[in-house]
């Protein structure tokens, strides 16, 4: 698609180009250290997952903003019957993705499903390049069926500066996006997570949980 028509569909007005953070993505495909293609299922942010989302066999799951659908992986290991989609703005990313799991390039924020598609959808670190986070938010609400689960594990606004980051990212605080997904969901917590179990959290990550 053309750079001007993409930044119509699916960009902010006052927000960096679309292009541009396409870019930066499908270059970063290619850093596997950074970004990479697999995760140690034991780690808490997939086990989260696994555990608030339950048996997935014969469910339909979307990974928004997937990268190379290190958690999709996991999640159909677990689930053989699951149908899972990792939908990403980069295809560079989405060429690693594993067999079995289907692909969908696109933004997170014009999301190409019905509503009610899916079962249950969930966003690791991918939220915070979507510029336009309300509408990112309404369409993860809208593309999961009433009853179904929804998971966004992201950074923590108040640990801002921890990290390196591109100038279109953004950080979250537990309110902002309790007050977000509440606006279609019916239940919401949020809590801070870290990557091992029995290690207390240090506050970079967060996890929202919610059911609509
Ligand atoms: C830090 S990576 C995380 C990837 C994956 N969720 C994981 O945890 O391995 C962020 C991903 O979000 C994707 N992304 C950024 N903006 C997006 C958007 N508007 N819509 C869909 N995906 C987006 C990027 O292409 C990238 O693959």
Same mark, same amino acid.
């Given at each position: 698609?053309?750079?001007?028509?993409?930044?119509?569909?699916?960009?902010?007005?006052?927000?960096?180009?679309?292009?541009?953070?396409?870019?930066?993505?499908?270059?970063?495909? $290619?850093?596997?250290?950074?970004?990479?293609?697999?995760?140690?299922?034991?780690? =808490?942010?997939?086990?989260? #997952?696994? %555990?608030?989302?339950?048996?997935?066999?014969? /469910?339909?799951?979307?990974?928004?903003?997937?990268? /190379?659908?290190?958690? $999709? !992986?996991?999640?159909?290991? !677990?689930?053989? !019957? &699951?149908?899972?989609?990792?939908?990403? @703005?980069?295809?560079?990313?989405? !060429? +690693?993705?594993? &067999?079995?799991?289907?692909?969908?390039?696109?933004?997170?924020?014009?999301?190409?499903?019905?509503?009610?598609?899916?079962?249950?959808? =969930?966003?690791?670190?991918? @939220?915070?390049?979507?510029?336009?986070?309300?509408?990112?938010?309404?369409?993860?609400?809208?593309?999961? /069926?009433?009853?179904?689960? #929804?998971?966004? #594990?992201? /950074?923590? &606004?108040? +640990?801002?500066?921890?990290?390196?980051?591109?100038?279109? %990212?953004?950080?979250?605080?537990? *309110?902002?996006?309790?007050?977000?997904?509440?606006? =279609?969901?019916?239940?919401?917590?949020?809590?801070?997570?870290?990557?091992? %179990?029995?290690? $207390?959290?240090?506050?970079?990550? @967060? &996890?929202?949980? $919610?059911? *609509?």
């Amino acid at each position: 698609m053309r750079p001007k028509l993409w930044n119509r569909l699916f960009g902010k007005p006052d927000g960096p180009p679309v292009q541009e953070i396409i870019r930066h993505f499908n270059e970063a495909a $290619a850093d596997e250290e950074h970004f990479p293609s697999t995760i140690d299922p034991r780690i =808490y942010h997939v086990r989260l #997952i696994l %555990e608030y989302f339950g048996e997935l066999n014969g /469910k339909r799951i979307l990974d928004v903003g997937s990268g /190379k659908g290190r958690f $999709a !992986r996991v999640l159909l290991e !677990r689930h053989a !019957r &699951a149908r899972v989609i990792a939908f990403d @703005l980069a295809e560079a990313m989405l !060429r +690693h993705v594993p &067999a079995g799991i289907g692909t969908c390039a696109g933004s997170m924020t014009a999301l190409p499903f019905r509503g009610g598609a899916f079962d249950c959808a =969930y966003a690791t670190e991918s @939220l915070e390049h979507a510029v336009d986070i309300e509408t990112a938010v309404a369409e993860m609400c809208r593309v999961v /069926k009433p009853g179904g689960r #929804i998971v966004i #594990i992201d /950074k923590n &606004a108040g +640990h801002w500066g921890r990290l390196k980051t591109p100038e279109w %990212e953004k950080w979250f605080d537990r *309110k902002e996006l309790e007050t977000l997904l509440g606006k =279609y969901c019916t239940q919401v917590e949020s809590r801070p997570i870290s990557y091992w %179990e029995d290690v $207390a959290p240090d506050g970079l990550f @967060l &996890a929202w949980l $919610a059911q *609509k």
